[in-house]
């Protein structure tokens, strides 16, 4: 069985300081990670995966992400906030040693605010 | 390209009905995923289709139902509508079946049962 865990429901930050949002997965085998970001009222938005290689990866809007295959961690930072990134994030794995190829295994979210 | 849509935006509907939603997936995507989220259970999948055949379901009861046309696009049915069934119901499609390839997801279609 697979599954992601956020531990933060939400992350307070001011303007221009660091920004990290927090996830932990469990997988049978190698995961494929990702996060994505949902504003009011709108879906999911892309921002970045890792699959295999460089654990250090960029995506999106200035995020990244480090992969930590001993800690089973996946951690989203930016290394200055903006008061644009406030909003709901996600993480969301895939085992893909199992037939789940259409199906994203999200966490809970962590709700970002950025103060001016 | 035209991202993923889905219709309609808003419903509301009352206990004992039946509602059917509809999502048009991105231009060459072939698999489309359904997606329920509440405040107090998070994302949970629904089912996931491709090639107009369910490959994947989640843990909802068979009142949720779905079906993929000829031309990719999806619908999903909620028969006997629930008070619980309130939610954001999200769309989101990929290329191909890959474990690799993000999902691209619609803005969602927020339904209201009374």
């Known amino acids: 069985a697979q599954s992601v865990a956020q531990p933060e429901d939400q992350v307070n930050v001011a303007e221009g300081n660091p920004l990290t949002v927090k996830c932990t997965y469990s997988v049978s085998g190698n995961p494929y990670l990702f996060w994505y970001v949902q504003y009011p009222n709108r879906g999911l938005q892309f921002l970045l995966k890792y699959i295999t290689g460089d654990n250090l990866v960029k995506g999106s809007y200035g995020f990244e992400a480090e992969f930590n295959k001993s800690q089973t961690s996946f951690h989203l930072k930016k290394p200055s906030a903006l008061v644009s990134d406030s909003a709901l994030y996600f993480c969301a794995v895939r085992d893909p040693s199992t037939d789940s190829w259409g199906k994203f295994q999200f966490g809970a979210g962590t709700q970002v605010v950025v103060t001016p | 390209k035209a991202g993923v849509t889905q219709t309609p935006r808003y419903l509301i509907k009352t206990r004992g009905q039946q509602v059917t939603l509809s999502c048009s997936p991105i231009s060459g995507h072939r698999s489309v995923s359904w997606y329920q989220q509440t405040p107090g259970q998070g994302l949970q999948f629904l089912f996931e289709y491709f090639s107009e055949t369910q490959r994947n379901k989640g843990n909802f009861p068979g009142r949720f139902s779905g079906r993929q046309f000829s031309n990719s696009r999806s619908e999903m049915n909620v028969s006997t509508l629930e008070l619980g069934d309130s939610a954001l119901y999200l769309c989101?499609?990929?290329?191909?079946?890959?474990?690799?390839?993000?999902?691209?997801f619609g803005p969602g279609t927020r339904l209201t049962v009374l």
């Open positions: 989101a499609s990929s290329p191909k079946r890959s474990s690799y390839n993000e999902q691209f």
